[in-house]
């Protein structure tokens, strides 16, 4: 008996992978809005440095782009030394959350603190984790605390429905599209494949089929999947949902042990970098 339920709390902390297609639905038997499952958080995540050439490859996404378009890219790394502590913290580096080898720049404020959550629509940890991260914010995050999300790229699949977020965005409807997005998904199964449907999807929100494809194909929504994916890769996000602290810590419910511990973590981290300032 202690060996099937240790099996069983092993499968709850799993995530979506980068490895996961769109071809393969959510869940058949997801957890219901009213009443969702504790979601797990990727398990692993390469401990590999960048090399020069990496960071060249990511510089050069930027190039050539009007100077407004490329103001909203800030992908200059900066150096951020192995953190040591003089005494021992209730959280620790590597085992709830990992320290990553350069901060990543950000879009918070001075004095502020950015959460930056990373999810995929078709990712129905990233469903059943939504309630308890509104729940979280209704709550009231810490003062410092700027929270924002980013659409994961992580493989083509996945790419249709971060072009539906920015989309989404851009039109001015992304309150609410957003949740309505992850219900559509994940518990009506229609999977949204497809531009086509993605425009059928949107005219229920007032918004024309030549507003939605003009939009989704723009210039402006290319460039902020092209950003989301350089952000990806130097997080060194496998799996998501995943959570970003101010570009230099990233954690999730697996290394925190459960969803409660996760906003915990959270908090930890935004107060220790708000200590910094």
Not at 7 to 17: G, I
Not at 149 to 178: C, F, K
Not at 252 to 267: K, N, Q, R, T, Y
Request: charge should be negative; charged fraction near 20%; include cysteine.
């Amino acid at each position: 008996m202690r060996t099937f339920i240790a099996l069983c709390l092993l499968t709850c902390l799993t995530a979506c992978s980068k490895d996961d297609q769109a071809s393969s639905a959510p869940d058949p038997s997801p957890p219901a809005a009213e009443a969702p499952a504790v979601v797990a958080e990727q398990a692993q995540r390469p401990p590999a440095t960048e090399t020069p050439a990496d960071i060249a490859e990511d510089m050069t996404e930027t190039a050539g782009l009007p100077e407004d378009e490329a103001a909203e890219q800030p992908l200059q790394l900066a150096n951020v030394e192995t953190e040591t502590e003089s005494a021992p913290e209730r959280f620790e580096q590597g085992r709830h959350y990992e320290l990553l080898t350069a901060a990543q720049p950000t879009g918070a404020a001075p004095g502020e603190v950015e959460v930056l959550e990373i999810f995929w629509y078709g990712c129905p940890h990233c469903y059943t984790l939504e309630p308890h991260l509104q729940g979280w914010l209704d709550d009231g995050i810490p003062a410092a605390a700027r929270f924002d999300r980013m659409p994961a790229t992580l493989n083509r699949s996945w790419q249709i429905h971060a072009r539906a977020y920015y989309t989404a965005e851009a039109l001015g409807i992304l309150d609410q599209v957003h949740p309505a997005l992850f219900r559509e998904i994940n518990v009506n199964r229609n999977f949204l494949s497809t531009p086509e449907q993605l425009a059928e999807f949107f005219s229920a929100f007032g918004v024309s089929e030549a507003d939605f494809t003009e939009t989704f194909n723009s210039f402006a929504v290319q460039t902020k999947l092209r950003r989301s994916d350089s952000l990806a890769r130097r997080y060194r996000i496998t799996g998501v949902p995943a959570i970003v602290v101010n570009g230099k810590y990233v954690t999730g419910a697996d290394m925190a042990g459960s969803v409660d511990g996760l906003f915990e973590v959270i908090d930890f981290l935004v107060e220790k970098e708000t200590n910094r300032q």
